[in-house]
Nanobody, 117 residues
Framework: QVQFVEFGGGLVQAGGSLRLSCVASSSSTGAFSIVHIGWFRQAPGKQRELVASINSRFEGNYIDSVKGRFTISRDNNSKMTYLQMISLKPEDTAVYYC????????WGRGTEVTVSA
């Protein structure tokens, strides 16, 4: 079973930037490298949604609302996944989580991102 710990969130003004990080535990480096990882977010009163994902070939995919502003990356040696966010908007305010692409592992606590207008 894989566990995830997210960090790097905070309070920023609109137009600002943040870099979120996620470390996976209980997984060998080799096993992690083949996992399709996703960054998810859950805004207050809304369902959790997949924001970005990165596969074993380091190919990233994004929802339309974050394309051009968010960049997902990974470091398999350290079992880390990152989400670089620029030009943040108030609607990006949410708790951000990482997990397998299907969200099949236990959810971590997430990291809270608050974007003020």
């Amino acid at each position: 079973q894989v566990q995830f710990v997210e960090f790097g969130g905070g309070l920023v003004q609109a137009g600002g930037s943040l870099r979120l990080s996620c470390v996976a535990s209980s997984s060998s480096t080799g096993a992690f490298s083949i996992v399709h990882i996703g960054w998810f977010r859950q805004a207050p009163g809304k369902q959790r949604e997949l924001v970005a994902s990165i596969n074993s070939r380091f190919e990233g995919n994004y929802i339309d609302s974050v394309k051009g502003r968010f960049t997902i990356s990974r470091d398999n040696n350290s079992k880390m996944t990152y989400l670089q966010m620029i030009s943040l908007k108030p609607e990006d305010t949410a708790v951000y989580y990482c997990n397998g692409y299907s969200g099949g592992w236990p959810w971590g606590r997430g990291t809270e991102v608050t974007v003020s207008a």
